[in-house]
């Protein structure tokens, strides 16, 4: 009788984890979907709007479903925050690397820049050490190192890196150099601060700050009458982004979320040749091998623990 019940409490708990992981790889998927789809419309209306005045109604855009969602976990804790240097660095860091992201895709390929997303594991294996004291192995370094050789493959064939007048290149790659930043900022954040609530005051203060960008430089708001749609999508994609991107990283080992988000590569690719008439040479292919073999390697390593 007793082993009959062990055996069933065994069965629900088994139940229990697949329903568990199940579901993260689901939000994972979804936060990589919308990943896709952001960059895809900011592609698309880049070319026609200010970069400033796209960010700020991406910011403003994400707060309503960000407050009701920590409104309903904390309810009178919705806008406590413990680490107000954490979420310092963490906001600037963010809001140049979402920045510099949208800057890019006025200029590069859509393929090109989810694939450069994909290195933010290098810079963070490089980065780490030197920001936060963390001890990183030997072999995470090579890997990284590595990696970034895949990095000129996908860049030097088309764009020539060398050039430095290629605006887009540069924003190109200091979008996953501050997205690093910000994701290192966020492992001691974590410990201190929900992550819903974080997310809700860097978005109210990237929505002020874009707004007097575009006062400060006077740009039209009016221009926006054909673009409102496109501009509450982009929010409402972004919020979902980040409640998925959060609540994976609860359900999963980044060991099994780093293979999944690197769907976002042919995804990204995919998009680029249907709807942009993209085109991308061999080394191309090579470099976005690279890129992902090396990621997956370095994050299928034991996690880091950070000191306090």
Excluded at 173 to 178: A, E, F, S, Y
Excluded at 186 to 200: Q, V
Excluded at 206 to 224: H, T
């Amino acid at each position: 009788m007793m082993d009959t019940i062990i055996q069933k409490d065994r069965d629900e708990m088994e139940i229990i984890a697949k329903s568990k992981k199940s579901f993260g790889i689901s939000l994972s998927l979804l936060e990589v979907t919308s990943t896709i789809l952001i960059a895809s419309l900011v592609k698309l209306i880049a070319a026609e709007l200010s970069v400033f005045l796209i960010l700020f109604f991406r910011y403003l855009f994400c707060i309503p479903l960000l407050f009701l969602t920590s409104f309903y976990q904390r309810k009178k804790d919705t806008f406590k925050i413990i680490s107000k240097s954490g979420l310092f660095v963490r906001t600037v860091a963010g809001l140049f690397s979402f920045g510099f992201l949208f800057a890019a895709l006025k200029y590069i390929d859509l393929s090109l820049m989810t694939t450069l997303l994909n290195t933010i594991p290098l810079f963070v294996t490089l980065l780490a050490p030197i920001l936060i004291n963390e001890r990183v192995g030997l072999f995470k370094i090579i890997m990284a190192l590595i990696g970034f050789m895949g990095v000129f493959l996908i860049i030097n064939p088309n764009y020539e890196l060398l050039k430095f007048n290629n605006f887009g290149i540069i924003y190109g790659i200091l979008c996953p150099l501050c997205a690093s930043i910000m994701l290192i900022s966020l492992r001691k954040l974590g410990n201190t601060d929900h992550p819903t609530t974080t997310a809700l005051w860097y978005n109210i203060i990237g929505a002020l700050v874009f707004y007097l960008i575009c006062v400060i430089i006077n740009i039209d708001f009016k221009i926006i009458e054909n673009y409102y749609f496109i501009l509450i999508l982009i929010g409402v994609l972004s919020s979902l982004q980040q409640i998925c991107l959060s609540y994976s990283h609860k359900l999963l080992p980044v060991s099994l979320l780093a293979p999944l988000r690197y769907i976002s590569v042919p995804l990204g690719i995919l998009v680029g040749v249907i709807y942009f008439d993209e085109t991308m040479q061999p080394l191309f292919y090579l470099g976005a091998f690279i890129i992902g073999l090396t990621c997956v390697l370095i994050v299928a390593k034991k996690d880091i623990k950070i000191k306090s």
